[in-house]
């Protein structure tokens, strides 16, 4: 499934006495349609409890008229950028990331596992990996400034890397 934003649409049923062919099956349950309201996105009626953010599981009809859709999840405005960033773009290299690819974070940033580098050797950062975010910049444990092994750089955020394997 692609990277896309989805308007959700809302739209009332077909009127009792129709005929059962035109009642429309919720995507989410399976079920039948009978509310008083529905929702349509992603080529798919909905009944409005059953189209939920993957994440946070908040109701996506009651928050906002559009979901996100990515590596088969369907996510709010707000877990779509906690988890890919605004852009869905690698912070590095600034090429798109693909919905199936696994990604490394820091600090708000989105990376493609290949471009999680040291700025200084330019080594992979793999999980595991103590490493240094420094004003925009990734340092090894070994390369990390010597005003930082001084104890100089107040705003140093050290962290153990971890993969974005588990999104919620």
């Not at 309201?37 to 939920?52: Q, V």
């Not at 930082?148 to 919620?168: A, E, F, M, R, Y």
Request: aromatic share 8%.
């Amino acid at each position: 499934m692609n990277d896309k934003e989805q308007n959700i649409m809302q739209a009332s049923p077909p009127p009792v006495g129709t005929g059962s062919l035109s009642w429309k099956r919720c995507a989410g349950c399976g079920g039948k349609i009978a509310d008083r309201f529905l929702l349509y996105t992603m080529d798919s009626y909905w009944h409005s409890r059953c189209l939920k953010c993957s994440c946070c599981q908040a109701q996506l009809g009651e928050i906002g008229t559009s979901c996100y859709t990515k590596s088969g999840m369907i996510l709010c405005r707000n877990d779509y950028i906690r988890l890919f960033g605004n852009s869905g773009a690698c912070s590095a290299c600034g090429q798109s990331i693909p919905a199936s690819e696994l990604v490394m974070r820091a600090q708000g940033n989105v990376y493609h596992l290949k471009c999680f580098t040291c700025s200084t050797c330019r080594n992979r950062l793999v999980p595991g990996d103590r490493f240094h975010y420094i004003n925009g910049s990734l340092f090894c444990e070994h390369d990390r400034p010597t005003a930082l092994i001084n104890g100089h750089l107040s705003s140093l955020q050290t962290n153990p890397l971890l993969p974005d394997q588990k999104v919620c």
